[in-house]
T-cell receptor, first 111, second 113 residues
Framework: DAKTTQPPSMDCAEGRAANLPCNHS???????VYWYRQIHSQGPQYIIH???NNETNEMASLIITEDRKSSTLILPHATLRDTAVYYC????????????FGTGTRLKVLA | NAGVTQTPKFQVLKTGQSMTLQCAQD?????MSWYRQDPGMGLRLIHY???????DQGEVPNGYNVSRSTTEDFPLRLLSAAPSQTSVYFC????????????FGQGTRLTVV
């Protein structure tokens, strides 16, 4: 599975969009990009995933570049409850089942 | 629908003791896994299972055993606890590996003294 690189921390004003970048320059054609978040010390929570097209759900949008070497998670209107560690993961859809987590981005939403 | 349930939530062990961390899911998921998270770090995969009777090692399997006799349960056994195993342990399950999401339990905080 490809390795990901994320900034260690980011701040965002409440009500503004939070844009969290992720580099995955060695991603393979059959690897999906997943985003999870972890609030305090709770279990990670799924946010969104995609292969090559941009994706949107009720929580966030995922923008994947055309070459798939990077992606951005967008929280359109960040709230204080979005303060968490956000993990970008790439994994193969098939073969062995495993997510490899990095250290993520600690997002702090400021009032 | 309880999702993924881990027990206990907290545990203190003495060095050398053994114990089993329980994980159960009621979603009929084939895929289950165990992670540990040390302070300030991401999750590291210990063991995983792709179905009843099938398990495999992850990144940090030493000192841990698993078995998967039923679809619902995936216990993690510490054979002889060491202080280095002080961590928060998370269990996760997923319906299949075809790009679907994983569901995580709320964690077991283990301290080995």
């Amino acid at each position: 599975d490809a390795k990901t690189t994320q900034p260690p921390s980011m701040d965002c004003a409440e009500g503004r969009a939070a844009n969290l970048p992720c580099n995955h320059s060695t991603i393979s054609g059959n690897e999906y990009v997943y985003w999870y978040r972890q609030i305090h010390s709770q279990g990670p929570q799924y946010i969104i995933h995609g292969l090559k097209n941009n994706e949107t759900n009720e929580m966030a949008s995922l923008i994947i570049t055309e070459d798939r070497k990077s992606s951005t998670l967008i929280l359109p209107h960040a709230t204080l409850r979005d303060t968490a560690v956000y993990y970008c993961i790439v994994r193969v859809a098939g073969g062995t089942y495993k997510y490899i987590f990095g250290t993520g981005t600690r997002l702090k939403v400021l009032a | 629908n309880a999702g993924v349930t881990q027990t206990p939530k907290f545990q203190v062990l003495k060095t050398g003791q053994s114990m089993t961390l329980q994980c159960a899911q009621d979603m009929n998921h084939e895929y289950m896994s165990w992670y540990r998270q040390d302070p300030g770090m991401g999750l590291r995969l210990i063991h995983y299972s792709v179905g009843a009777g099938i398990t495999d090692q992850g990144e940090v399997p030493n000192g841990y055993n698993v078995s998967r006799s039923t679809t619902e349960d995936f216990p993690l056994r510490l054979l002889s606890a060491a202080p280095s195993q002080t961590s928060v342990y998370f269990c996760a399950s997923s319906p299949d590996f075809l790009g679907t999401e994983a569901f995580f339990g709320q964690g077991t905080r283990l301290t080995v003294v």
